[in-house]
T-cell receptor, first 116, second 117 residues
Framework: AQKITQTQPGMFVQEKEAVTLDCTYD???????LFWYKQPSSGEMIFLIY??????QNATEGRYSLNFQKARKSANLVISASQLGDSAMYFC?????????????FGAGTRLAVHP | NAGVMQNPRHLVRRRGQEARLRCSPM?????VYWYRQLPEEGLKFMVY????????ESGMPKERFSAEFPKEGPSILRIQQVVRGDSAAYFC???????????????FGPGTRLTVL
């Protein structure tokens, strides 16, 4: 079964500190993509970062980096130097490639609160 | 270059009425995905369409729900005889193609929030 697990319903971090949001996944597909999205209180879904299962290096996008550990099936999001505007829901998602298209399977999300 | 458009942004229906949700993909995108987000939950895949074809509707309830993506015009998600449990945010996403990599990233619309009274 394809599944994404985010075990942290809520996280708190002090402004300017780094925070790690956990994500583990389960799939039998040999190749897949992993995504992180941010959903602020306004409700839109904002793409943050992508990691392919075949990528040798961990993905980075500005203050976001993805700690990809394939053997452990984990794809944790690291946000460095947190800002107040980072307060939002964060969703980890996976797209198995076996179907030939990018159907996304989402986790339940982690609500991040950044404190001044 | 306009992003994915969804309308209406908010929709209120009484039980038993029909809800029609529209999604205009980004220019040049011919692949549309619909997702549903129940309160305090993650998004759940409903259906994937290409122009004039439903490719995967495995996440869509068999009764009352239908989707289309005609040759011309927006993709439509239609919910007949709505019930309170249909209250949710419905997101549409589009991509330029399929396959691997973030070059086929899905771009999400702002969502339609459906409330069933």
């Amino acid at each position: 079964a394809q599944k994404i697990t985010q075990t942290q319903p809520g996280m708190f971090v002090q402004e300017k500190e780094a925070v790690t949001l956990d994500c583990t996944y389960d799939t039998s597909d040999p190749s897949y993509g992993l995504f992180w999205y941010k959903q602020p209180s306004s409700g839109e879904m904002i793409f943050l970062i992508y990691q392919g299962s075949y990528d040798q290096q961990n993905a980075t996008e500005g203050r976001y980096s993805l700690n990809f550990q394939k053997a452990r099936k984990s794809a944790n999001l690291v946000i460095s130097a947190s800002q107040l505007g980072d307060s939002a829901m964060y969703f980890c998602a996976m797209s198995p490639f076996s179907g030939g298209y990018n159907k996304l399977i989402f986790g339940a999300g982690t609500r991040l609160a950044v404190h001044p | 270059n306009a992003g994915v458009m969804q309308n209406p942004r908010h929709l209120v229906r009484r039980r038993g009425q029909e809800a029609r949700l529209r999604c205009s993909p980004m220019k040049g995108h011919s692949h549309v995905y619909w997702y549903r987000q129940l309160p305090e939950e993650g998004l759940k895949f409903m259906v994937y369409l290409q122009k004039e074809n439903i490719i995967d509707e495995s996440g869509m309830p068999k009764e009352r729900f239908s989707a289309e993506f005609p040759k011309e015009g927006p993709s439509i998600l239609r919910i007949q005889q709505v019930v309170r449990g249909d209250s949710a945010a419905y997101f549409c996403a589009s991509s330029p193609g399929t396959g691997r990599g973030d070059d086929n990233e899905q771009f999400f619309g702002p969502g339609t929030r459906l409330t069933v009274l």
